[in-house]
């Protein structure tokens, strides 16, 4: 049984192009062919910028729209983007012309794949429509939004415990459950305040879904 | 019967608040309240930049990501957005505080309401979702989509003929429906070449609904 590249870059994304020739566009290089990534790169900034905007407008309820901008900054930063072009292995199947790569076929400059991360967001936003894009968006970022904190350095949990020990409500209690190895996303966590469901939240990490938890049920609080 | 205020706005966006505090607080400058628009202002840009984003991704296949950009700023500028504000008519609804109008009631700088359309998308995308959002953008940004051309003066329908008279396919033909004054949008066209359909737009005016299906019909035929 055949394992293609394409397809287990589709297990790394969570999602499965309707049409593959979206995909490789997004993973061709301009060096490499006319029909290549940048078209396809415009789309996935803006939609990246969206998915994150919305993340930490949900997560921050309490933070003016300057913090939100310098949040969304780090959080979108090239940095970033080769951290997720890491995990989903896109050097290896970057389709780049022959002067791109070293002898033993490294990239020479890793802005190329930085670059094919946001392609691959703009293809699967063409291919699967916003809730497509937004979930893989969500699922790669997953960690560095739960670990983003505010400019003061207190991320969402820390906020929320600040907030209910102000009022008087004691600390948040969390649930954890683990949906197993290789599920995705594998934790569910629910964020309890004086014995009520305040928020839930999801990650690849316990912490990550505590996090989403601890936004959702702040904005629950305060709302 | 009234009509209120918030009633008419919500006619005019073409979109019916589930929670009208979200409308409320749009509307809200910072001069006026410490609970005001600007976080759903942060919202609203990232919004509107992945509506057009995605129109000009489609209108214009065969155009660079440069000039894509260069095409979204200007859509997205501030005379556009003070356009959106007169046809919403925002000035007349902004909460500001009393230093921001004049004696004889006008708002003191247009920046406010520029601002405001982009806080009112945000509020749209944050009770309705990225649909309703959408509807609203489009709905707003149809006159202004469809008079945008390319960085050589062309829109989308003198492409699509340039296109087809290339290719010894002759003109394009249009079939507009008119749904009547008052229905929105009241115009749907159809794009035939050589008696195919290949494209459908909507609009407000006969030719914003032309030129959206132009651009539907030259991504079919060039795809």
Same mark, same amino acid.
């Given at each position: 049984m055949r394992d293609e590249p394409a397809t287990q870059l589709a297990r790394r994304l969570g999602?499965?192009?309707?049409?593959?020739a979206l995909l490789a566009r997004a993973l061709t290089h301009r060096s490499a062919a006319s029909e290549h990534c940048e078209r396809l790169e415009f789309l996935g900034? =803006?939609?990246l910028g969206l998915v994150i905007a919305e993340q930490l407008h949900q997560r921050f309820p309490d933070i003016d729209e300057g913090a939100l901008s310098r949040m969304r =900054? =780090?959080?979108?930063?090239?940095?970033?983007?080769?951290k997720v072009a890491r995990r989903w292995k896109l050097a290896e199947q970057a389709s780049v012309g022959g002067g791109e790569r070293t002898a033993d076929g490294r990239l020479r400059s890793p802005s190329i794949v930085a670059n094919m991360v946001e392609a691959v967001i703009g293809a699967v936003f063409t291919d699967g429509g916003w809730g497509a894009a937004r979930a893989v968006v969500l699922a790669a970022w997953d960690e560095a939004l739960a670990d983003i904190a505010d400019g003061d350095g207190r991320d969402a949990k820390t906020r929320l415990q600040e907030w209910t020990q102000a009022h008087g409500w004691g600390l948040p209690e969390y649930v954890i459950r683990d949906a197993g190895v290789g599920i995705s996303p594998r934790f569910l966590a629910e964020c309890h305040i004086q014995g009520v469901l305040q928020g839930r939240g999801t990650g690849a990490r316990k912490k990550d879904a505590e996090q989403g938890a601890a936004g959702e049920a702040l904005r629950a609080v305060k709302g």
């Open positions: 999602y499965s192009f309707d049409d593959p900034d =803006a939609v =900054a =780090a959080l979108v930063c090239r940095d970033s983007l080769l």
